[in-house]
């Protein structure tokens, strides 16, 4: 089959395919009504009290600010860069941009009800309505969430030991750490083990697919199994044989320039924060985020994460207006772009499956 055959069957192929999860759209605004009361009626006693914070806030260095929002544009690009080097084994790769933004509309679904099965899934749809064969699709899918994760496991662990430095840490933290690694660890050795251990990855891959086909009341279609397999194994392959780099270099990119987005904002509310102390409180407040299936872990992250640096010895209302000024750039915008896009990105990815040229 060729390759324009086969993208046209893709077409076709997605036309009855959900984008989203069912019924999202009352879930989503229950859900965001229910935090937006909570936190009104949880913050609004409390103005009378923020004075200091809002000396803080009007205090702010612009050119700092400035600084921090190219560093958290730059982080999107490296997740773009993440997801492109992926699948770059695919008859029609992704670019960067459209990389950055297949990954800021996938996220928010995932925010808004999905959690990772609903990033790696809207990853996967959108990859292969832009030409991605089914293998490089499921990678695109599923390694940049493993390798993000790894990547913030190892700043939680870096943090973890600054803080035991510090003589700041305790049982909770050190707990925590251990158990997300852990089931981080299990996610990736189960991934591992199924690309490693080939003669069985068709028999489970059909097994699962069969047992999806009986509640979707369809039949199972073997020949898109198997090419789906070969594909898979296909785009390990290369990821085995060098091309684990350039996803590893987009992880680090993506971490990276979003801590120094949390760095540019200390600078700017006039607290010479080190990489050190930036570190000792990013990423175990991260790593527990990632783990929540809904609302990316807001309010959660907010408060576990500025308790950290309070406790290092940032002073409060610093510590409020940054990490709350950081949420906004890396979380809460993102996520209102990202759910903004979703139409855009439907409709690009059917102009593209259909082979028709997508408006600019």
Known sequence: MTFSENNTSAALDFESAPPLPPRPKLRRYLLLLVF??????????????????????????IPFVMLAVAAQIISYLGSGYLLRAVVNLSPRPVSVMDGALVTLGANSVGTLGGGALGTAGMTYF??????????????????????????????SLGGLLVLIRLKKSSTVLAAGLTLVTLVLAVGMGT????LTHREKLGG????????????????????KIETTVEHLLAG??????????GPALGAVLNTGFDMLTLCFLFWAAGYRAGAAMVLAGYGLPQLVGKSTVILGG????????????????????????????YRLLSFWLPTLIGTALVPFLSKRGEALASGERPMS
């Open 191 to 194: 991934l591992v083990w199924c």
């Open 36 to 61: 937006l009361g909570l936190v009104l009626y949880l913050f609004l006693p409390r103005i009378s009290a923020m004075q200091h914070e809002l000396v803080v806030l009007a205090s702010l260095r």
């Open 204 to 223: 489970i891959i059909t097994a699962v697919a069969a047992f999806l086909a009986r509640l979707r009341r369809k039949p199972v279609d073997h020949s």
């Open 236 to 245: 390990w392959d290369g990821l085995v044989q060098g091309g684990w780099r």
């Open 298 to 325: 807001a309010g959660l992250v907010e408060t576990s994460m500025a308790a950290l640096y309070v406790i290092i010895g940032v002073p409060h209302p610093t510590a409020i207006v940054v990490v709350l000024g």
């Open 126 to 155: 959108w990859l292969r309505r832009r030409g991605a064969n089914r293998g490089a699709a499921g990678l695109g899918g599923w390694i940049p969430i493993f390798l993000n994760l790894a990547v913030l496991a190892l700043a």
